[in-house]
């Protein structure tokens, strides 16, 4: 029963996260990662997933330093736990990069992003939506980078990609146009 309440919580917290509350959404993973590691131990992916999503509420608040030390420690637990090759590894490093961008850690943040890349191409295919927000998010660092050509060629395959899947009115490919 302790497992599907934990699941509720989070799933509320990512519904309450893609609504804008990242403030209760953080509550919510917090309250997760109070029960979690007492019931599965503390290398648990249970306690990873919920380490990643605090990761993600942190960011949207600001709280850079915050959000990288849980998503370093989500990142260290599905390793682990999971393999280096496992398309939640891509997620959670992808996820990083983002932290790293914030911070102005550009370098940090391209790294992130090439591992990302390699992995869920790996398993999804030069074709697939997650590869094509990954290159997306490389581009754009690359873009601030002043490593334009690469930065071209990365947007390019990630806007391509993101059309296909998402059609040519989507936000994000309206993002991608932007970069």
């Keep these: ?10 799933s509320l917290g990512v519904a309450l996260q893609s609504a804008g509350d990242a403030q209760s959404a953080r509550q919510l993973y917090e309250r997760a990662l109070a029960i979690d590691p007492r ?16 990761s993600e509420s942190l960011r949207a608040l600001g709280d850079y330093p915050a959000a990288k030390a849980a998503g370093e420690r989500a990142l260290q637990i599905f390793k682990a736990a999971l393999g280096l090759t496992h398309p939640v590894v891509g997620t959670v490093l992808n996820n990083l990069g983002h932290i790293f961008q914030m911070q102005g850690d550009l370098a940090a943040a ?30 754009a660092v690359m873009l601030m980078q002043g490593k334009l050509m ?13 059309e296909a899947h998402l059609g040519s009115y989507h936000p994000t490919v309206s993002v991608m146009l932007n970069n």
């Design 110 to 139: 391209k790294e992130a992003f090439d591992r990302a890349l390699i992995i869920l191409q790996r398993r999804y295919g030069q074709d697939h939506l997650n590869v094509a927000l990954v290159l997306g998010n490389l581009g």
């Design 150 to 162: 690469a930065a071209r060629v990365s947007l390019d395959q990630a806007l391509r990609v993101a």
């Design 39 to 54: 019931v599965f131990g503390p290398a648990h992916p249970n306690v990873a997933r919920d380490l990643a999503n605090l």
């Design 1 to 10: 029963i302790v497992a599907r309440e934990i699941h509720y919580v989070c």
